[in-house]
């Protein structure tokens, strides 16, 4: 198997699930050797109505308001948009809702919810949109660099694209290993590093990129120095909760700051967090 970055040879470094996982010598990516089944893996999610907390709602609006100094035809497209929680932060800031997604449950929801949605992205024009985000979806397919060039063909000239996805080179990485449940394939197949996410960025026609590297969920760490990974474990629930007890307090909110500066001066955060246009 070669890198779906770099096209070079990877390297055994461990298995999940009884999956191999392979790493490269270049970038630093992780993949998963196995194939995405071709069912929807996600039908039963997207089914049941999403609860947003507050602290998740606050980032989303934060993110949607960082977005006005690209606008100018007022579009947005989020490329595999799931639930839909992005595009409502983008609505309330008055975009036009687009949204593409491989699920039909989702699809038939997003269209109730007044976004337009399709399948794929191939019947839009190009440079049709200010804004193309792809948030946690890069590590889910098989063929990244196709998703990014037509995001780049998509987003016209001076728009933003805004992408987040795990950390291969996080704390959680380094210290936990393959057990650490951001590998979780064939749900996850590619845990991309810094370098290797940018080097597909510049790859797939972005010249501008921006990257971040924050969050980090002690729990995780703490569940396995205890030895209770035996125990049902809810990564996003527990990196939620630490959000929000975080945001309780403007002592709190400062500490965040600046432990995120520190995280991404070290490139250690949990997720990579890029714009680039």
């Given at each position: 198997?070669?890198?779906?970055i770099?096209?070079?040879?990877?390297?055994?470094w461990?298995?999940?699930?009884?999956?191999?996982?392979?790493?490269?010598?270049?970038?630093g990516?992780?993949?998963?050797?196995?194939?995405?089944?071709?069912?929807?893996?996600?039908?039963?999610l997207?089914?049941?109505?999403?609860?947003?907390?507050?602290?998740?709602r606050?980032s989303l609006?934060?993110v949607a308001?960082?977005?006005?100094?690209?606008?100018t035809?007022?579009?947005?497209?989020?490329?595999g948009f799931?639930?839909g929680?992005?595009?409502?932060?983008?609505?309330?800031?008055?975009?036009?809702?687009?949204?593409?997604?491989?699920?039909?449950?989702?699809?038939?929801?997003?269209?109730?919810?007044?976004?337009?949605t399709?399948p794929t992205?191939?019947?839009?024009?190009?440079?049709?949109?200010?804004?193309?985000?792809?948030v946690e979806?890069?590590?889910?397919?098989?063929n990244?660099?196709?998703?990014l060039k037509?995001?780049?063909?998509?987003?016209?000239?001076?728009?933003c694209l805004?992408?987040?996805?795990p950390?291969?080179w996080?704390?959680?990485?380094?210290?936990?290993?393959?057990?650490?449940?951001?590998?979780?394939?064939?749900?996850?197949?590619?845990?991309?590093?810094?370098?290797?996410l940018?080097?597909i960025?510049?790859g797939?026609?972005?010249?501008?990129?921006?990257?971040?590297?924050e969050?980090?969920?002690?729990?995780?760490i703490?569940?396995?120095?205890?030895?209770?990974?035996?125990?049902?474990?809810h990564?996003d629930?527990?990196?939620t909760?630490?959000?929000?007890?975080?945001?309780?307090?403007?002592?709190?909110?400062?500490l965040?700051?600046?432990?995120?500066?520190?995280?991404?001066?070290?490139?250690?955060?949990?997720?990579?967090k890029?714009t680039?246009q």
């Open positions: 198997m070669m890198c779906r770099c096209s070079t040879p990877l390297s055994p461990g298995a999940t699930a009884g999956i191999p996982l392979l790493k490269c010598g270049t970038c990516s992780i993949h998963a050797d196995c194939e995405k089944p071709a069912e929807d893996m996600y039908a039963d997207y089914s049941k109505d999403e609860v947003v907390p507050s602290v998740v606050d609006d934060a308001r960082s977005m006005k100094p690209f606008r035809h007022g579009r947005w497209l989020d490329i799931g639930q929680a992005l595009l409502e932060a983008a609505a309330r800031e008055g975009w036009l809702c687009h949204g593409t997604e491989l699920s039909e449950v989702a699809l038939k929801k997003g269209r109730r919810r007044g976004f337009t399709s992205s191939e019947s839009f024009v190009d440079g049709s949109f200010d804004v193309v985000s792809l979806l890069v590590e889910h397919v098989e990244p660099r196709g998703f037509e995001a780049r063909r998509v987003l016209r000239e001076g728009g805004y992408l987040t996805t950390n291969a996080s704390v959680n990485r380094w210290l936990l290993g393959p057990s650490w449940s951001v590998f979780a394939p064939p749900d996850h197949v590619t845990i991309f590093a810094p370098l290797g940018r080097r960025l510049r797939s026609g972005f010249q501008t990129i921006a990257l971040r590297a969050g980090l969920n002690p729990f995780e703490l569940r396995s120095l205890r030895r209770e990974q035996d125990r049902e474990f990564r629930q527990a990196g909760a630490l959000c929000q007890s975080l945001a309780a307090n403007p002592g709190r909110r400062r965040k700051i600046l432990a995120n500066r520190v995280l991404t001066a070290t490139r250690l955060g949990d997720s990579l890029a680039a």
